[in-house]
């Protein structure tokens, strides 16, 4: 009597296969392993084939991923015919700020005026973040936008940059009320040899911050002057021209004329 045995195998196929995730950000040098995971569990054949869509983006090994280059490329994973993907986006390693330099670190301003302060330098020029935060100690003296300087009221304050990283430099900023025309009690003197008198200087406006005046004498030989008082000296006769100049704005004058006689 003879027998048979007929040994029959059946093989269970992949029907779906799934990673660990489906897209994904790295830093240039960095790894990462994905997972995949095939249905049904009991599947025969649970080999899975790797790929890179651009290897010199990111490379793949058994699922493990090194980031080459900045870029985007597409991890596949297949088996059986059935595939999934992973986006997997590279950026460069973060550079830090070291330091920032301000165009100015002292400006004047007139009340109303404008002005610009700019970043002149980031520290390494390869930074990554660059982002700068404006910010001033008493935005009612000075108001500062994207470094756009606002001058409101006289006084002082200080304008500060900063960085994402809590880098700073920043700029003092003094704030007045110019004087913008001053008045004389007398445009014309006569004076002889030996006399003195008294000019005496208006500024406007009224609340003109810096007040102080200097005065000047064209010929100190025949005259002299300070602080307003005028002296003719024991020089020749003649004419001597005076001038009166803002202390604060020197655009600002005003001139009076002597004739020293004997």
Same mark, same amino acid.
Request: hydrophobic share 35%; charged share 20%; net charge positive.
């Given at each position: 009597r003879?027998?048979?045995t007929?040994?029959?195998?059946v093989k269970v196929p992949?029907?779906k296969?799934?990673? +660990?995730?489906t +897209?994904?950000?790295?830093k240039k040098? %960095? ?7 095939v249905?049904?569990?009991d599947?025969s054949?649970?080999n899975?084939?790797?790929s890179?869509?651009n290897?010199?983006?990111? +490379? ?6 090194t980031?080459?280059s ?12 059935k %595939?999934?993907? $992973?986006?997997?986006?590279v950026e460069?390693p973060?550079? /830090? @700020?070291t330091?920032?330099?301000? *165009?100015? !670190?002292?400006?004047?301003?007139n009340k ?11 520290t390494?020029?390869n /930074?990554?973040d ?10 009612n003296?000075?108001?500062?936008? *994207?470094?756009k ?10 304008i500060?940059? !900063?960085?994402?990283? #809590?880098?700073?430099?920043? $700029?003092?900023v #003094?704030? =007045?009320?110019?004087?913008?025309r001053?008045?004389? +009690? ?6 002889k @040899?030996?006399?003195t008198k008294? =000019?005496?200087?208006t ?5 003109a911050?810096?007040?102080q ?5 064209e ?6 002057v300070? *602080? ?13 021209w005076?001038? @009166?100049?803002?202390a604060? #704005?020197?655009d600002?004058?005003?001139?009076f ?6």
């Open positions: 003879l027998t048979a007929l040994k029959i195998e992949v029907t296969i799934t990673l +660990s995730e +897209s994904l950000t790295m040098g %960095k790894t990462h392993t994905l997972k995949a995971h249905t049904p569990e599947a054949n649970k899975i084939k790797w890179s869509s290897s010199n983006i990111v +490379s793949v090994s058994n699922g493990k991923l980031a080459k900045a870029g985007t490329t597409t991890i596949t994973a297949e088996s059986n015919g %595939k999934a993907t $992973c986006k997997v986006k460069n973060e550079v /830090a @700020v330091s920032i330099k301000l *165009n100015y !670190k002292v400006l004047h301003l109303g005026d404008t002005a610009n302060l700019k970043v002149e330098k980031i390494p020029s /930074a990554t660059k982002k700068i935060v404006w910010s001033s100690s008493n935005s003296v000075v108001s500062v936008s *994207n470094g300087l606002v001058a409101k009221n006289p006084g002082s304050a200080k500060t940059a !900063k960085t994402s990283n #809590n880098k700073t430099a920043t $700029c003092k #003094n704030v =007045i009320i110019p004087v913008t001053i008045e004389l +009690s007398s445009y014309y003197v006569s004076l @040899v030996g006399e008294k =000019i005496t200087a500024v406007y406006p009224k609340d911050t810096i007040k005046l200097e005065w000047h004498s010929d100190y030989h025949k005259l002299s300070l *602080n307003g008082t005028i002296k003719a000296n024991n020089g020749d006769t003649g004419y001597v005076c001038k @009166v100049y803002s604060s #704005n020197s600002v004058k005003a001139q004329l002597v004739h020293i006689t004997k």
